[in-house]
């Protein structure tokens, strides 16, 4: 089993509607969770922490599910501009030192 | 946020012959540099943390005889591929975090590397 799991999509998205994907980790010491945007050959750029209670940033809202081990994103009033690939990265345990663990990405196409 | 620069952003080169790619933190000094590659449509898996002033950790699999890290100063970690063959074309992003015990890490804008 992959320690952070994803669906790869595409998920196709029509401008104006929500969209919300999930992320499985193995690793239930894990401490922190985050999403990341990637475009195409870009760097990944940090999109949001995840924090225990669900947080929210604008039209992006978080949730960590810690009894499931999974935690998900929802994207409110898609724009044309939220088509990436949406990485979901875990931070294994402290003893393991300060190390990312990305999942395989989730595909967000975006359409008019 | 940080700023983390990295020179090349693109290079081709001949099989056999070795880059040396440069990884920078702009406006801050960090402790620790991860180096990691993407092959196309998969996801970035990391090759080796690097801390200020000491040898590298290297994850399983990663060859430390063919990805020289060398992270002489806080603010400049370099990655050589030595020897590069085809299959080393890949893109390779560095990162940088300001503490050992800091979660945050910033990506540099990676180097598209190709090997004929």
Redesign the interface.
Known sequence: RKEVEQDPGPFNVPEGATVAFNCTYSNSAS??F?WYRQDC??????LM?VYSSGNEDGRFTAQLNRASQYISLLIRDSKLSDSATY?CVV?PP?TA?????????TRVLVKP | ?AVVSQHPSWVICKSGTSVKIECRSLDFQAT?M?WYRQFPK?????MA?SNEGSKA?YEQGVEKDKFLINHASLTLSTLTVTSAHPEDSS?Y?CSA?SG??????Y????T?LTVL
Not at chain 2, 100 to 105: A, F, K, P, R, Y
Request: charged share 15%.
């Open positions: 401490q922190s985050f050959r870009k760097e990944p750029k940090l922490s990485l931070n402290r030192g300060n190390k990312l663990t990305f999942g395989g990405g | 946020g620790t991860f998969q996801s970035l898996m990391l943390t950790t893109f992003i975090a050992t015990g800091t979660d945050t890490q990506f540099g804008p990676g598209r």
